[in-house]
């Protein structure tokens, strides 16, 4: 960790702009403070914290993960995190990639002793230890990026041997089920993908229910097994964070976005829309769009 560490903070220095830093194959985020929560949509990807501490919500359960730990998030689902412990002296630093499940799910199938599933889908968000193998699997993609001409061949070498380690882990049949065609997991996260695509429409259920192959009932509880969230509350992050992006970046006015998203009442909208942001929709969408102003200007200027 100590190597990771130290080598991210070399990148980092070396880069004009500010965090985080995008690369072909990987992401690096540095926090020299810790900073206020950010509302994302989490896509299948591993977190790892080579330095200082950051949390991570999703719906009710709150995760802290700190340096040696990596946050792995195996499904598609709204979330909050936040850089809880840093300092200009010993800045968070963070290592992101995506996490490919066709390449889990190819690694898992040749693997002599899999994985042993139960009936039940497991969480789709855990904190893991870092540490031995998979530490040294992630200096090595630090590194590849001072040699890009390596990456095509390299790279996909290297996200195999992760795969291993997480499938080999303490989590290995976690990771497993939300790769494994026709697993209950992978039913469940084929109605995450349809209530995704149709988020501003009125979806029952039940029809989530029978795309997942499950009774409402069970359905109902695997989802929120996976994600953290209720379909209702899932369904409902989703519109407000669509909605706020209309609002911050092409400036649609909060009635057309309420009305875009799916919403039926202006005020419902606002009252939710505050208690997800913190404040109503005008006043959180000028605090936003001059804090993006702000870190762009702090941008300019250390280029």
């Known amino acids: 960790m100590d190597q ?3 080598a991210l903070l070399r990148y980092t220095e070396k880069q004009p702009g500010k965090s985080p830093y995008m690369t072909p194959i990987l992401a690096i985020l540095r926090s020299d403070h810790p900073n ?3 509302h994302m949509i989490s896509r299948p990807a591993m977190c790892i914290v080579a330095q200082g501490a950051k949390w991570a919500t999703f719906g009710d359960q709150k995760l802290e993960y700190r340096a040696g730990q990596a946050l792995v998030v195996g499904v598609e689902t709204p979330s909050i995190g ?3 412990e840093a300092s200009p002296g010993t800045p968070c630093l963070v290592l992101a990639f995506e996490l490919d499940l066709a390449i889990i799910r190819s690694v898992a199938e040749g693997l002599d002793a899999p994985p042993q599933l139960t009936g039940e889908p497991g969480c ?4 893991t230890d870092f540490q031995g193998p998979l530490a040294d699997c992630a200096l090595r993609l630090v590194r590849l990026l001072d040699t890009p001409q390596a990456i095509p061949t390299l790279y996909p070498v290297i996200m195999r041997e992760i795969c291993y ?3 080999t882990g303490p989590h290995g049949g976690d990771i497993a089920r939300l790769t494994l065609i026709n697993s209950p997991s992978q039913r469940v996260i084929s109605a995450v993908h349809s209530l995704r695509g149709r ?4 979806v029952r259920i039940e029809e989530l229910a029978a795309v997942a192959q499950l009774s409402p009932s069970a359905f109902h509880r695997q989802f929120k097994a996976l994600t953290s969230l209720t379909p209702l ?3 409902k992050q989703l519109r407000l964070l669509e909605a706020r992006r209309l609002m911050v970046s092409r400036g649609v006015n909060v009635e057309t976005a309420c009305f875009e998203v799916g919403y039926e009442s202006p005020s419902q909208f606002s009252r939710e829309y505050a208690r997800m942001f913190g404040a109503p929709p005008k006043r959180d969408v000028t605090r936003t769009q001059i804090r993006i102003q702000d870190e ?3 941008a300019q200027a250390s280029i």
């Open 4 to 6: 990771l560490a130290e």
């Open 36 to 38: 206020p929560p950010a």
């Open 82 to 84: 936040r850089v809880v």
């Open 124 to 127: 789709g968000v855990f904190v």
């Open 165 to 167: 380690w997480l499938l």
């Open 199 to 202: 988020f501003r429409d009125t």
């Open 233 to 235: 509350q899932y369904q």
């Open 296 to 298: 762009r200007a702090g």
